[in-house]
């Protein structure tokens, strides 16, 4: 099986400015959830999807949000950049069994620099 | 709110001997799940071992196993026989039954040859 993809894997931006990630899950997989990654931070939970319904979301401002398609894809959207936005988002997947968490199976990351 | 916390933000050891790495949490619920996550330097997030909280058995996963104390809600990871390819940061995490992870901030694992 292929494994979790995101693309794209390194962004520019400006402060202000809008951006949108994209992550693909792997095949099967019903559970996206998203992720910064900051130095010091580890990773922080931005929000999680399931059958295209938002079922879990982290504490971050409003400017974060995302959604998923019918194909379980996910997007992530972060509207009016600030220089804190810089850092890798990570996306990962899981199989998501009934009540039992699975293993998140995580993508390579989009580094975002916001200058 | 559940918290996840990883004190030591680096770790060394030598080439074949054997190291722990200590995580602590805090939860309210009874029925939750603990995970090893391995970093390696610009490569991506990996598994080393999943514990459910229900059983009383330390999960082993060939030179990786944890010690589970459940009451101190704590969750070490030990490295037996560290190879060089040890290196990465580790994150412990925790999930609920809702399937949403809390991570530590990570431990940076150094080995020396």
């Known amino acids: 099986k292929a494994g979790v993809t995101q693309t794209p894997r390194y962004l520019i931006k400006t402060r202000g400015q809008q951006v949108t990630l994209s992550c693909s899950p792997i095949?099967?997989?019903?559970?996206v959830s998203w992720y910064q990654q900051t130095p010091g931070q580890g990773l922080q939970f931005l929000f999680e999807?399931?059958?295209?319904?938002?079922?879990n979301k982290g504490n971050f401002p409003g400017r974060f949000s995302g959604r998923q398609f019918s194909n379980s894809r996910s997007e992530m959207n972060v509207s009016t950049l600030e220089l804190g936005d810089s850092a890798l988002y990570l996306c990962?997947?899981?199989?998501?069994?009934?009540?039992?968490?699975?293993?998140?199976?995580f993508g390579p990351g989009t580094r975002l620099t916001v200058l | 709110a559940q918290t996840v916390t990883q004190s030591q933000p680096e770790m060394s050891v030598q080439e074949a001997e054997t190291v722990t790495l200590s995580c602590t949490y805090d939860?309210?619920?009874?029925?939750?799940?603990l995970f090893w996550y391995k970093q390696p330097p610009s490569r991506q997030m990996i598994l080393v071992i999943r514990?459910?909280?229900?059983?009383?058995q330390n999960a082993t996963e060939n030179r990786f196993s944890v010690n589970f104390q459940k009451a101190a809600k704590s969750f070490s990871l030990k490295i037996s026989d560290s190879q060089l390819g040890d290196a990465a940061m580790y994150f412990c995490?925790?999930?609920?039954?809702?399937?949403?992870?809390?991570f530590g901030t990570g431990t940076s694992l150094t080995v020396i040859p």
């Open positions: 990962a997947s899981s199989s998501l069994l009934a009540g039992v968490p699975d293993t998140q199976y």
């Open positions: 095949s099967g997989h019903r559970s």
């Open positions: 999807y399931f059958s295209e319904t938002q079922r």
């Open positions: 939860t309210s619920e009874s029925d939750y799940y």
């Open positions: 514990q459910e909280a229900y059983k009383q």
């Open positions: 995490a925790f999930s609920n039954t809702g399937n949403q992870f809390y």
